[in-house]
């Protein structure tokens, strides 16, 4: 992760140090990361959104069975997530898509609180 977006970034003249350094140093705070990713149907016989939100449907099971477990997962896009050049190392061709990387381990700390509004601020009921 680290090397490519060193290059790519290089090429552009956007380097940035601290970014380099912390993607070098953070993903490896984690026990296991996970890339996530969209491999396009190839007869293109759905929405693409549709195949992305699927893969987000995915994700969110992966995230309920690691807290079933007691593991802490987190979903990260930053970093070379929506760098052209990366897809190749994860398998992916033109039409697909990185969607970022889940980054898996026991929590250090006690299990951290959400810090989400309530439902009822996100539903309106139409009677
Ligand atoms: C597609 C996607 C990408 C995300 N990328 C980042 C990210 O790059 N950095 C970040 O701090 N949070 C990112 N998040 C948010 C975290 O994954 C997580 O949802 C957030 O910390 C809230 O967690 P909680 O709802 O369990 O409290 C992303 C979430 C999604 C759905």
């Not at 350094?21 to 491999?39: F, R």
């Not at 309920?64 to 052209?84: K, N």
Request: charged content about 30%; glycine content about 10%; proline content about 6%.
């Amino acid at each position: 992760m680290a090397d490519l977006y060193k290059k790519s970034t290089s090429e552009k003249g956007v380097f940035n140090k601290n970014k380099f350094e912390m993607l070098k140093n953070k993903p490896c705070l984690a026990s296991h990361v996970i890339s996530i990713g969209m491999k396009r149907d190839e007869k293109e016989r759905l929405p693409e959104i549709e195949e992305v939100e699927a893969v987000a449907c995915a994700v969110q099971n992966m995230c309920l069975t690691a807290t079933a477990y007691g593991v802490g997962s987190y979903w990260g896009s930053g970093g070379i997530t929506y760098f052209e050049e990366a897809k190749p190392f994860f398998g992916l061709g033109p039409k697909d898509k990185l969607l970022g990387f889940m980054f898996l381990g026991y929590p250090k700390s006690d299990w951290p609180e959400g810090k989400r509004k309530p439902i009822g601020d996100k539903v309106s009921w139409v009677e």
